[in-house]
């Protein structure tokens, strides 16, 4: 899977590449920002997006979520603060709260990659909040 991370943080971003890659993904862009974020899901076409809320230009995770709805790209949030999350999601799978343990990255990755490739019978991670849509 084409995974594109959102993160201003370098080290996160770092470590969640990382565990991407370990998992047998290929990471297509990491945007610290909603400029960069765009640039990457109109020409790297990521299967999968993991979107921090807020970026080092405010709050902008938001309006990725909305373009990567609009360009039917599966994506969770990860933040430290899910009440920023507007309660439809704007069409998020879900989202992870940060401070996340790797071993809950990975059980949520794990599920996350089943359920794009189309599986039903998946049991979510304790550490993925499913979106009510």
């Not at 290929?26 to 299967?47: L, T």
């Not at 993991?50 to 373009?67: A, E, M, Q, W």
């Not at 999350?85 to 998020?92: K, L, M, Q, R, S």
């Amino acid at each position: 899977m084409k995974i594109m991370i959102v993160e201003d943080e370098a080290l996160l971003a770092l470590e969640l590449e990382l565990e991407v890659e370990a998992a047998g993904h290929e990471v297509v862009g990491i945007a610290a920002s909603r400029k960069a974020a765009f640039d990457i899901i109109d020409e790297g076409e990521p299967d999968f997006a993991f979107v921090d809320v807020h970026l080092s230009d405010g709050p902008t995770g938001i309006d990725i979520g909305r373009r990567l709805a609009d360009k039917d790209v599966p994506f969770v949030f990860v933040t430290g603060n899910i009440k920023r999350i507007p309660e439809d999601f704007v069409g998020a799978i879900g989202a992870i709260e940060k401070p996340y343990t790797m071993n809950g990255l990975q059980n949520a990755l794990s599920y996350i990659s089943e359920a794009v490739a189309g599986g039903d019978s998946v049991t979510p991670p304790p550490g993925l909040i499913l979106s009510s849509s």
